[in-house]
């Protein structure tokens, strides 16, 4: 290897630099800098030289006209900036999105929200990103918003890194490995198990999606066991940058997690690594709002209205309700698998509808008016398209009497909140509602209850109770 000497220094790196020189300028030759500018002491730069290690350095001007090297890279001769990864921070400044190096601790911890803003340490928001040179490309990649995630990445890459420059490319299996097992086969197998065992298309693709997600964000790891809790930290920012919702984020975890437990695998997630979220409170339509859909929409969508606030049904169950459904001898609305060749999700499972769960399975009962005109329907299903098919946009409807009927936020589940509320104000048994609603833990349905409580007669006794509660009576 020959000794880094001028035109090692200027490297192809140099060129790339964008930052201004002084005198506004293009960048004037390493060496020219280095003997102006660089304060390192003369033993660091010799044995620098000497160990064929080449260095990069950009400056930046300072208001004050005061030097400062923000970035420095060290390089093998002849391979272009290898092993270096350095952890930025993007941030918003003055309309723009420009990356600072983001400031460590003496422990070597990221300082979280703290960038090197012209030397010196400035609070700021924004994401982190990776940036290092792979081949002859500078490369930026986001990484998230939560500093140690980065820090694990930063460390995943730098390996990566050298493992390439050293030659090895991946970790073939040799006789000592041919255990170990291979993360994307085992999804497959994993998800080909839950075909079979008719777990819910939609649940399904959800595992898939969350899967795929999660692989991809540690594209370097092959193998079950190499997987850890920084894995599954790394993934969970990178949704959130996504902006999926807590609570999907949540199941999307729980997705891989269950996955690995299932392999014997354990992440070791801490408690406090889970999304905090609430659940979202129950949104029932006011009374008033429901006269004025009913006033404002006929016929057929008159009648869908009445059916989801008189069912509590779910999209699909409504959706999909046929006339064998309806039992007139009981005088109940039945939410049970049924063979459909309408939808591609039943037609994947094998021509059937199915219900979101085995507590799904339930019957409803519904007056006898509202029974009879459901009967009286045209078809096999009271609420088909046009073309006879299950109706997939039955909220569509919906939503054009809303506009009419000036209600804001409608929304299908927005009925079944209402169904539920009503039942619970009408005196009926939690554990029935439960039934009726289709919950799978009573929990759900305990939650509104105690959301109705606080505007109970009751509530607002105790409530105004409080101001003479401890009166002296003077
Ligand atoms: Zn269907």
Known sequence: MRRGGREAEGGGLLNRCRAKSPTGGSNPPLSARFKKFCNFPNKTKKSMMESGLCYHACYHLAKEGRLFFLTTEYYLEGEAGVNTVKVMIRTKVGGRYPYFPAAFNGNGRIKPGVALIKGAETRVRGSYYLRYVEGSTRRLSRVGTDPAAAAAAA?????????????IRTVEPTSSVVDRVALTETVEKYLDRLRLGKRPLRSIAGKKRSLEIFAAVSPRKKYLDEFNRDDVLLFKSKLEDDD???????????????????????LKLKKEDWPKYKENPPEPYTDAEMRSFLKHSEASTNLLIRTLVATGGRDQEISHLTKADLDSRRKVVRVQPKPCTDCPECRQRGNLWYPKTEESVRDIPVSERLLAELLAQPGERPFAADNGRVDGHLLRQVKKVAKKAGVSNAKLHRFRDTFITNKIRDGEDVRTVQKWAGHTDVNVTMGYAAWLEAESERARESANREDNRYATGD
Do not use: I
Not at 162 to 167: E, H
């Open 155 to 167: 460390k995943r890459k730098e390996l990566a890194l050298k493992a390439q420059a050293a030659g």
């Open 244 to 266: 999926y919702a807590p609570k999907t984020v949540d199941n999307m975890m729980m997705s891989v997690v269950t996955f690995f437990n299932q392999h014997e695998v354990r």
